[in-house]
């Protein structure tokens, strides 16, 4: 079982004319609701590449029930919620211009819950965005762990990000993370990465880079026409969790990943193109060659 801890959230997402700077406007061209949170996305991303998940999230009072909680159902994702009958479930607006670039709103809502509740022991963890405390306590109480400040890095102080990569055995995020984690921490790339076993850092368009072992690998990103950024990232994790869980090479598992994050930037929103396994697989083949063997599983 991957257990994946973070956010659960509804997500406005805006195409924009341009993103506007202080006391500034900018025209909404196109607006699109749909599901979202950055733990919920990769978890929805493992179920429906077959791997069994658990989601440790907080959901506000609108969830129960809802078209959101039924398709998490649907996709037999274990949900282990903390519930905030009084609150929002979070609630993100994201605004992306037409070079890509983007600036995200977030609504914490029920995810207030994070901060006060008791963090859970796990065998195989992801810990994506939620409360910098709750993240220290799972890493420092889990088996495998791997980690992701996402949007909520602003969050972190110095002394989380030291507790946290004491503790964990993989490091994933994008260029951006990085640097904001290495100014908090008064410490340069090189060094960010020697805290940990393994790391991978996301370049968008650009493909990713896994070090490990003192060594880099860099992975293409897959070719395919972007409609829409958003949640890539959450894909490419998706990706890699599900293949290194059942033992594949960490240089397979982030082309397996690449490949999972090309069918979300093809349409908008960041759950609505995942593939499954088989439709990932196709075009693994199609792009890096014959498919990977793998070794034992690692849960």
């Known amino acids: 079982m991957i257990s994946v801890v973070g956010h659960t959230a ?6 924009v004319s341009h993103l506007p700077g202080p006391n500034a406007s900018a025209s909404i061209l196109e607006r699109t609701i749909a599901f979202g949170g950055g733990a919920a996305n990769i978890a929805v991303g493992i179920a429906l590449l077959g791997g069994n998940v658990s989601l440790i999230s907080a959901v506000g009072g609108d969830f129960s029930g809802s078209a959101y909680d039924a398709r998490m159902k649907e996709l037999g994702i274990e949900q282990n919620f903390f519930v905030a009958p009084d609150k929002h479930t979070a609630t993100a607006f994201m605004f992306t211009a037409p070079d890509g670039d983007q600036m995200t709103y977030f609504e914490w809502g029920a995810s207030c819950l994070f901060e006060t509740a008791q963090a859970p022991s796990l065998p195989f963890v992801h810990m994506a965005t939620a409360d910098p405390q709750f993240n220290v306590q799972v890493a420092q109480k889990s088996g495998f762990a791997s980690f992701d400040p996402g949007q909520d ?10 507790a946290i990569l004491e503790s964990i055995d993989l490091l994933i995020a994008n260029h951006h993370e990085y640097a904001g984690m290495c100014t908090k921490l ?3 790339h090189d060094e960010l990465i020697s805290h940990v076993p393994m790391a991978i850092e996301t370049r ?6 896994l070090y490990e072992h003192g060594k880099e690998n860099y992975i293409p990103a897959v070719n395919v026409t972007c409609v829409d950024p958003t949640g890539a990232g959450d894909a490419f994790r998706a990706g890699f969790l599900t293949a290194y869980a059942r033992g594949y090479a960490p240089a397979d598992a982030c082309k397996i990943g690449a490949v999972t994050a090309s069918f979300v930037v093809e349409q908008s929103g960041c759950q609505t193109g995942l593939p499954t396994w088989e439709s990932m697989v196709r075009r693994y083949m199609e792009n890096f060659g014959p498919f990977p063997t793998h070794g034992p599983e690692r849960i």
């Open 186 to 188: 008064g410490i340069d």
């Open 204 to 209: 968008s368009g650009n493909g990713a880079v």
């Open 153 to 162: 890095l602003h969050r972190y102080t110095a002394k989380h990000l030291t």
């Open 10 to 15: 509804v997500d406005h997402i805006c195409k």
